[in-house]
C-alpha cells in the first residue's frame, strides 16, 4: 500500500514538471525570434523594391536605405532629441501608474473612494490627450512638466482599469480560507490581493509603455523646440523625409526597449504564469 | 483557550439560513440540530446544491446562521474561527500559485504572525511528510497533480493544529482511484492526528468507508433526514467494501437519500 502511495508524486512530477515543459520553450521562442526578424526584412525589401520600381520621390516617402544613411549622417541629432523624449517618457510612465496603482488600491479597499473617484476618472479619460496638450502648456509651462503629465495621463487610465480588475480578482475560496485564519485586511493585501493582481498590473504596464512614448510626442508637438515630437515635426515642413522616418525609427526603438524591458520584468516578478496559471 | 475542552466538538440547535435574493428568499437550510462529538469522524450527506456547504461555512463562521445556535467547542464559532480551533479544506485545493508546497502549508503559520505565538501541529515540512508529500517541499502547485495539490491542502488545514477539521468535498473534482487512495490517507491522517471531522460528501461510498455517522441531508431547503451509524471497525481496510455489512450500510444510506429527494 505504502509503496503504491509514494510511486503515485514520483511518477507524476516529471510529466507536469518544469524541466519537461521549459526545454522546447527555449527552442520556440528562438524561433519565434528568427520569423519575426524574417518578416520584417521581407517587408522592408518589398518597401525598397516598390519604391526603385516606381520611382517615388525621396521628399514624398524614404526608401529603407535612405533611413539607414539618415541614421547614420544624422546620429548626433537624434540622439539630442531622442533624450528629452525618453526622460518624459520614462517620468510619464512612472508618474501615471503609480498613481493609477495607489488609487486601485484605495478603491479595492474603500467603496466611498472608488464611487467618488472612478466617474472622475473615465471622464479626464474621455477628454481628448491633443485638447489637453494646450491646456497643460499653459499651466505648467514649456519645460518637461507637461510632457511628464500628459504621458502620465495617457498611462494612468489603463493601468487603473486593470489594476482594479486583478486586485478584485482574487479567487473566492481563497477569500475564505483567509477569513477561516482571521486574516486582517492588510494581510489579505499582502499575501493575496497584490500578487493577484500582478499579471494584470504587467497586461498594464505593457500598453502603458508604448502609450506614453506616444503620449511624450504628442506633447512636444505643442510648445516645444526639442524632442522626437519636435523633430518629426521640423522633419515634416523642411520636407526631410529621410530624417523624419529615421526619427519615427528611433521612436519605434524607444518603445520596443520599454516593452522588453517590461517582459523581462514580467518574467522575474510572475514566474509562476509560465509554469502555467491558478491552480484549480 | 477559551474554547471548551470537554465541551461537544460541534453543536447545532435549530440552525437555519435564509438568503434575500432579488426574487424572493431562498430558504437553504432549515431547523438543523445536531451534536458531533469530540474525535468524531461525521460525514454530511446530500445531493449537489441541498446546502450540505452552506452548513459547514455556519460552523466555520464565514456565514452567520439566520435563526438557530452553533457553537465549536462550547465557544461561537468567531472564537474558534479566532483560536484556530478549526481547519478548513475546500473543494478545490485553493493554493497560492507563486508559493512552493511548503510555503502554501506555512501560510497559516504567517497570518497574524500565528507561528510564533503558538505551538505549530509540526513543521511545513513535517506535515508535507504527515501526507506522503516528503521531497516536493519546493514544487509549484502547477507541478503538482490534482490529488497531490489536496494533499498540500490538507496539511495546510492541519498546521496550526486545529481541533475540528472541516472538509467541503475535498476529493469530489478528483477521478475516482485517486480518490480512493485520498481517502486511504485521510483515514491514516486521522488516526494519527485524532481531530474532529466533519466531511461534505455526496458520494454514498465516501460517506460510509470514512464514517462513524453520517448525516443524511434533504434537498433545499436542506433537514437531516436521518443520521446513520456506520458501525464498521476502524482501521478500515478496502476490501471491506465488499462485505454484506458495507452493502447494507450503503443501501440504508441510499434509501433515506431516495426517501429525502
Known amino acids: 500500500m505504502k509503496a503504491a502511495e509514494r510511486a503515485v508524486p514520483s511518477a507524476a512530477a516529471p510529466a507536469a514538471g518544469v524541466p519537461a515543459g521549459q526545454m522546447p520553450d527555449r527552442d520556440n521562442s528562438a524561433r519565434r525570434v528568427a520569423l519575426s526578424a524574417l518578416g520584417i526584412l521581407a517587408v522592408l525589401a518589398l518597401w525598397q523594391a516598390v519604391m526603385v520600381v516606381f520611382k517615388v520621390p525621396h521628399y514624398i516617402a524614404a526608401t529603407p536605405l535612405e533611413v539607414v544613411d539618415a541614421l547614420r549622417a544624422q546620429p548626433v541629432i537624434l540622439a539630442i532629441n531622442a533624450w ?69 495621463l495617457i498611462t494612468f487610465f489603463p493601468t487603473l482599469v486593470n489594476m482594479v480588475d486583478g486586485l478584485n480578482a482574487v479567487d473566492p475560496q481563497a477569500q475564505e480560507l483567509m477569513h477561516v485564519l482571521s486574516a486582517t485586511k492588510w494581510e489579505v493585501f499582502r499575501y493575496l490581493r497584490w500578487t493577484t493582481s500582478l499579471p494584470y498590473l504587467f497586461s498594464a504596464l505593457r500598453i502603458a509603455s508604448t502609450a506614453s512614448l506616444l503620449g511624450a510626442i504628442v506633447a512636444e508637438w505643442i510648445g516645444s523646440n526639442r524632442g522626437l515630437g519636435y523633430l518629426i515635426l521640423a522633419a515634416t515642413y523642411d520636407y526631410r523625409t529621410p530624417l523624419l522616418y529615421a526619427t519615427m525609427a528611433v521612436a519605434s526603438a524607444l518603445a520596443l526597449a520599454l516593452f522588453g524591458l517590461i517582459s523581462v520584468l514580467e518574467g522575474y516578478f510572475v514566474p509562476w504564469r509560465r509554469t502555467g496559471g491558478a491552480a484549480g | 483557550m477559551s474554547v471548551m475542552v470537554d465541551a461537544p466538538a460541534i453543536e447545532l440547535g435549530d440552525v437555519g439560513m435564509s438568503f434575500v435574493l432579488p426574487d424572493g428568499v431562498l430558504e437553504v437550510l432549515r431547523g438543523i440540530t445536531l451534536t458531533v462529538r469530540q474525535g468524531e469522524f461525521v460525514s454530511l450527506l446530500g445531493p449537489s446544491g441541498c446546502g450540505k456547504s452552506t452548513l459547514l461555512r455556519v460552523i466555520a463562521d464565514i456565514l452567520p446562521p439566520t435563526r438557530g445556535r452553533a457553537a465549536v467547542l462550547g465557544a461561537s464559532p468567531a472564537e474558534a474561527r479566532r483560536t484556530r480551533a478549526l481547519g478548513m479544506v475546500f473543494q478545490q485545493p485553493v493554493l497560492l500559485p507563486w508559493l512552493s508546497a511548503e510555503e502554501n502549508v506555512g501560510l497559516p503559520l504567517r497570518i497574524g504572525n500565528w507561528g510564533a505565538r503558538h505551538r505549530p501541529a509540526g513543521t511545513p515540512d513535517a506535515l508535507l511528510r504527515l501526507v506522503g508529500l516528503e521531497g516536493f517541499n519546493h514544487a509549484r502547485p502547477a507541478q503538482l497533480s490534482g490529488g497531490m495539490q489536496q494533499r498540500v491542502a490538507i496539511a495546510r488545514a492541519l498546521v496550526s493544529d486545529p481541533k475540528v477539521l472541516l472538509m467541503d468535498e475535498p476529493f469530489g473534482a478528483l477521478d475516482a482511484i485517486t480518490r480512493d487512495r485520498l481517502n486511504e490517507e485521510l483515514l491514516r491522517i486521522w488516526t494519527q492526528v485524532r481531530r474532529t471531522v466533519v466531511f ?32 464498521l471497525p476502524y482501521p478500515r481496510q478496502p476490501r471491506m467494501k465488499d462485505t454484506p455489512e458495507f452493502t447494507r450500510f450503503s443501501a440504508e444510506l441510499r434509501a433515506a437519500l431516495e426517501e429525502a429527494s
Request: charged residues 10%.
Open chain 1, 84 to 152: 528629452p523624449t525618453i526622460v518624459e517618457t520614462i517620468g510619464g510612465f512612472v508618474v501615471g501608474n503609480v498613481i493609477a496603482v495607489v488609487i486601485a488600491i484605495g478603491f479595492v479597499h474603500n467603496r466611498t473612494f472608488q464611487h467618488t473617484v472612478y466617474p472622475l476618472a473615465v471622464t479626464v479619460r474621455t477628454l481628448p490627450i491633443v485638447a489637453i496638450s494646450p491646456i497643460l502648456v499653459l499651466l505648467l509651462g514649456s519645460g518637461y512638466a507637461p510632457k511628464i503629465a500628459i504621458a502620465a
Open chain 2, 200 to 231: 461534505v460528501t455526496h458520494s454514498i461510498a465516501e460517506a460510509v468507508y470514512l464514517s462513524m455517522r453520517v448525516v443524511v441531508m434533504s434537498p433545499r431547503p436542506a433537514r437531516i433526514r436521518r443520521i446513520v451509524e456506520i458501525d
